[in-house]
């Protein structure tokens, strides 16, 4: 504040007129400003000169075009200048003319100070160059500045964003006066590359937190897909009374969305109202996502109705939504609302719109909004807007005419395309298609364990055991696993994950206990196992035990030992719900009377009163 007063003065004294610089607010203005300096021969003023580039160079209105002709008018550039001209372009579109700055400033025999390299170097680290970084660290050391805390945390900032982390912790170590910039450098370095063990040790570590570091910590779990471990930091924020920002909430509110942890997502909400934080269009579209993927479709609709403003990201985000729960018309209805708001859709938001279509088998509107896409939107179609209508159609039952769209793309068919239409040959037991389609995938992703599950389980039900020995002696030849699944259920704001044959969690006694006396039950009602897609060289019994011990069941056993007479019970899956869980989960929402809400790699499934959502498709 005091050295910006100073400059005011000296500028008013020079000419009252110059003071205008601390205050102009746009490009146009400074033109003015600048034509008053020529006419009144203040250009020849280094001091006058230099705060006109610095507005032209820094400022937010200011014109780094502009910057460049200022300064080709002076003679005699000093230091002070060419650090404007090598700040502007650091923080430009072109970093690497920054660097240019630099070797003009040594021909004119000039010495830069420590306030040239902190920007020099971040020009390195947004070209994410580690080669010039190095030189540039020579320069530093040439000029004797390596020991200047503020070049210190540059240069740790960059070898970190750049990948060189054993160099980043070097310099970070040698550092003698760390401060919250050195070691959220660091952190965000460890975090960006997968190391959260070691960001979290040092974050640990550190003396004092700012709301910057904590929200990198927050942000550096989520990343790496260590939700729960996001939460654990927020919990701690929390207890040590520190004031959240948007940053954090966004990363906090994102992982309980993963984590499917409605509790945990209901609470932040309520730290965001409580803390009167200010509800931006990242936040609020977060928030939708986050109650959409929780399995409360109803919430995200509220929060996105009171969002004070919305954008095509959350109008996306809201389609998402209602596409995942198979709300398709409803869908469909929000996406023409959302042209008459006169947003124009993205690419994304076609997806979400088509993928809406295809979960409510509305084939003829699905093809209607594809067909319009570049006719109507400009938007070329994308390999996942051809996959919508693959699984649009197969899920119609239109095998043929599904494989004939595929040959007929202009792309080339991805995996994901043809697995659309591998699981329809599952749901619609069409094995000739089936095992044609699983052969081309698997010469395309030969290590995706998936693939051959899916395609094993197509031969085992049509019977044809010889593929199926085949299949499982290629995936063992070639060290191909099945991905574990896992299952996740919160209770009292506490998430817990099954795993299959799971005997970890300290009540899984009662837990098998709870499963035996559901499948007596349901068994009443008309449940039998499905043990069709179970390893076929193991007798029944046994087959039956293998489907007892699937995370699902475990999670929803555990469900209705702890949960209210009522509670809907919400499950996330990392993998397919296989098909005897599917029915299984019919079945006890029948006759324990509870909703169940599972949310599995593709969609959402409302099991109540013995029927499912996706109307057995999925």
Not at 180 to 195: E, T
Not at 220 to 241: P, S, T, V
Request: with cysteine; glycine share 8%.
């Amino acid at each position: 504040m005091a050295k910006s007063a100073s400059v005011s003065k000296i500028l008013n004294l020079k000419n009252p007129k110059l003071s205008l610089l601390e205050t102009c607010s746009g490009l146009e203005q400074l033109k003015k400003i600048h034509g008053h300096m020529i006419r009144m021969g203040l250009v020849e003023d280094a001091f006058c000169v230099s705060r006109l580039l610095v507005f032209c160079a820094i400022n937010e209105n200011g014109c780094l075009d502009y910057a460049n002709r200022v300064f080709k008018q002076i003679e005699s550039p000093n230091v002070f200048v060419y650090n404007a001209m090598i700040r502007g372009h650091a923080c430009g579109k072109k970093p690497e003319v920054s660097l240019g700055f630099y070797r003009q400033l040594l021909k004119q025999g000039l010495r830069p100070d420590n306030l040239t390299f902190p920007f020099l170097v971040k020009s390195c680290t947004h070209l994410q160059c580690l080669e010039l970084g190095g030189e540039v660290h020579g320069q530093v050391i040439r000029h004797g500045f390596e020991f200047d805390v503020y070049v210190q945390n540059s240069l740790v900032h960059m070898y970190a964003s750049c990948g060189d982390l054993e160099t980043a912790r070097k310099l970070f170590e040698k550092i003698q006066q760390l401060d919250v910039v050195s070691w959220s450098s660091m952190i965000a370095g460890y975090n960006r590359f997968g190391d959260v063990e070691s960001a979290r040790e040092l974050f640990d570590k550190m003396p004092e937190r700012n709301v910057v570091t904590w929200s990198i910590m927050v942000a550096g779990y989520a990343h790496n897909g260590r939700f729960d471990k996001a939460l654990e930091i927020f919990q701690l924020l929390q207890e040590e009374n520190v004031q959240a920002n948007e940053a954090v909430m966004a990363s906090v509110i994102a992982s309980c969305a993963h984590l499917g942890a409605l509790e945990q997502g209901k609470k932040a909400h309520d730290y965001v109202v409580r803390n009167k934080l200010n509800v931006t269009l990242n936040l609020g579209t977060a928030l939708v996502y986050m109650y959409a993927r929780c399995g409360s479709i109803d919430r995200a609709l509220q929060v996105f109705h009171d969002m004070p403003e919305q954008d095509v990201l959350s109008w996306t985000a809201m389609l998402n939504g209602l596409a995942m729960h198979g709300h398709a018309r409803r869908a469909i209805e929000y996406f023409y609302e959302m042209l008459r708001a006169g947003f124009r859709p993205r690419d994304v938001t076609l997806t979400a719109v088509l993928s809406a279509c295809s979960h409510g088998g509305l084939v003829e509107k699905g093809f209607e909004l594809f067909e319009n896409m570049k006719k109507e939107y400009s938007i070329e179609p994308r390999m996942e807007h051809y996959g919508c209508m693959v699984d649009l159609l197969g899920r119609a039952g239109k095998l043929d005419e599904a494989e004939r769209f595929i040959h007929g793309m202009p792309l080339e068919p991805s995996a994901p395309i043809w697995g659309a239409l591998l699981g329809a040959c599952r749901i619609h037991r069409n094995a000739e298609m089936g095992e044609r389609v699983g052969k081309k995938l698997l010469k395309l992703m030969p290590n995706h364990s998936g693939y051959y599950v899916l395609l094993s389980n197509i031969c085992a039900r049509a019977n044809h055991w010889d593929n199926v020995i085949k299949l499982r002696a290629k995936m063992k030849e070639i060290g191909v696993k099945k991905s574990p699944g896992f299952s996740l259920i919160e209770l009292n704001g506490v998430v817990h994950r099954f795993t299959i044959g799971d005997v970890s969690h300290p009540e899984i006694a009662k837990i098998k206990a709870m499963w035996e006396e559901i499948v007596c039950r349901i068994r009443a009602a008309g449940y039998v196992e499905d043990t069709s897609n179970v390893l076929f060289d193991v007798d029944d019994e046994e087959r039956e035990s293998s489907l007892a011990r699937h995370s699902e069941k475990l999670a929803i056993a555990f469900g209705l030992m702890r949960s209210g007479k009522g509670t809907p019970i919400r499950i996330v899956k990392n993998l397919r719900v296989c098909e005897d869980c599917h029915t299984a989960s019919k079945f006890v929402s029948k006759v324990f009377e509870r909703e169940l809400i599972v949310r599995d790699r593709n969609r959402f499934h409302h099991f109540k009163d013995g029927a499912c959502s996706c109307m057995d498709y999925w």
